[in-house]
T-cell receptor, first 113, second 111 residues
């Protein structure tokens, strides 16, 4: 049972390039989330999808877009990458509702030059 | 806005001792709290959670205490082991919002 799988694990981009981070969960969870984590800091919510067909902005949505492709998959897109988006990105899922334990993937380490 | 905070950024303990990691929250309407452990290079791992209608909850070697009067949450780890070395985050849920995470406490276990 893989849980939450994120691809790629590492990526280097140039300023202005675009990229989509992929996330898939195999736990039949309804809710999915994207976070970023900067050095020495906690997790900041970018976007989330409480259920299939819905998406909502989190704390730091600017510069990002998301797509809930189906119940399993939730992607995060950077349309025009900026150095300030250098970070570790985590995807998470939870069974039902926002007041449930979230299960995390191991992250995508993204550097933008 | 209101946020979750932590008292100590780094906690160093001896192997075999008990560890206590603290977390202060400021939103009295928060109804659900959760602790995560994050090892280097990995995603956060769920440890234990507690709802606001409880004061205490125990797991395997871990206990979470919730004091709503002073808006304080703590994680107690019994007989701390080297494998417990990690960063620990608390998070809170309020209303219809997603979880809000604190900045984390690093636990260092000395042999």
């Amino acid at each position: 049972n893989a849980g939450v799988t994120q691809t790629p694990k590492f990526q280097v981009l140039k300023t202005g390039q675009s990229m989509t981070l992929q996330c898939a969960q195999d736990m039949n969870h309804n809710s999915m989330y994207w976070y970023r984590q900067d050095p020495g800091m906690g997790l900041r919510l970018i976007y989330y999808s409480a259920s299939e067909g819905t998406t909502d902005k989190g704390e730091v949505p600017n510069g990002y877009n998301v797509s809930r492709l189906n119940k399993r998959e939730f992607s995060l897109r950077l349309e025009s990458a900026a150095p300030s988006q250098t970070s570790v990105y985590f995807c998470a899922s939870s069974a039902q509702g926002l007041d449930q334990p979230q299960h995390f993937g191991d992250g995508t380490r993204l550097s933008i030059l | 806005g209101e946020s979750v905070g932590l008292h100590l950024p780094t906690l160093s303990v001896q192997e075999g001792d008990n560890s206590i990691i603290n977390c202060a929250y400021s939103n009295s309407a928060s109804d659900y709290f959760i602790w995560y452990k994050q090892e280097s290079g990995k995603g956060p791992q769920f440890i234990i959670d507690i709802r606001s209608n409880m004061d205490k909850r125990q797991g395997q070697r871990v206990t979470v205490l919730l004091n709503k009067t002073v808006k304080h949450l703590s994680l107690q780890i019994a007989a701390t082991q080297p494998g417990d070395s990690a960063v620990y985050f608390c998070a809170e849920h309020t209303g219809r919002r997603a979880l809000t995470f604190g900045s984390g406490t690093r636990l260092q276990v000395q042999p």
